[in-house]
Structures are given as structure tokens and as C-alpha cells.
């Protein structure tokens, strides 16, 4: 079993930068691909950004050049660091593992989600 606990949300100008954090807890950390997804208010969970057990990252369009995905796996931790921030990056935003079963499948685990607001 795996929790994850994301921080680092909050409110912020346009044109200014966030960093979240998820701290992981449970399972072999190093093992796992690991995720960003954000849900605006009435709009489908979306893929933000996703980083593989290998280091290798992955972004939606909306967000190359702005975001930056990253790991520790000393800490147990996968950040997104945000910046040039736009109005339309508000939403809820949640982390994502997937904990390789051994047998070519994957345990999912979400966070509980943080609130990015961007003002105009």
C-alpha cells in the first residue's frame, strides 16, 4: 500500500511560480512511475506531467517549458515546480503512483489533491 500526501499549493498572481511536493510512503519509492494530473471545476482529471522509475519525464503540451517534474527517491518525493503560471492552471492538483505488481501490471494510488488558484 502506498500514500501519498501532496503540499504546496495555494493562490498566485499570474506570471508567478508554485512547487509542489508528494512526500510517498509504502512500497519501494525508486520502483514506482510517478504523476501529476490536475481537475479544473466541471473538466475531466487530465495528465499534467509523469516521470518515469527511470527519471524520464513527460508533459502535457499546455504545460512544456512552464513545468518541470522531478524525484528524489532518497526522500520519497516527486515535485512539480510551476512556473509562469496562467490563470487557466487552476484546478485541484493530484498525485499519481504506479507501483509495478512484479507481473507486468501496476498498483494505482492517488493523493488526496492541492488547490492551485492562479489570479489574473
Known amino acids: 500500500q502506498v500514500q501519498l500526501v501532496e503540499s504546496g499549493g495555494g493562490l498566485v498572481q499570474a506570471g508567478g511560480s508554485l512547487r509542489l511536493s508528494c512526500a510517498a510512503s509504502g512500497g519501494i519509492f525508486s520502483r514506482n512511475d510517478m504523476a501529476w494530473y490536475r481537475q479544473a471545476p466541471g473538466k475531466q482529471r487530465e495528465l499534467v506531467a509523469h516521470i518515469t522509475s527511470g527519471d524520464t519525464p513527460r508533459y502535457a503540451d499546455s504545460v512544456k517549458g512552464r513545468f518541470t517534474i522531478s524525484r528524489d527517491n532518497a526522500k520519497n518525493t516527486v515535485y512539480l515546480q510551476m512556473n509562469s503560471l496562467k490563470p487557466e492552471d487552476t484546478a485541484v492538483y493530484y498525485c499519481?503512483?504506479?507501483?509495478?505488481?512484479?507481473?507486468?501490471?501496476?498498483?494505482?494510488?492517488w493523493g488526496q489533491g492541492t488547490q492551485v488558484t492562479v489570479s489574473s
Open positions: 499519481y503512483a504506479a507501483a509495478p505488481t512484479g507481473f507486468g501490471t501496476s498498483f494505482r494510488y
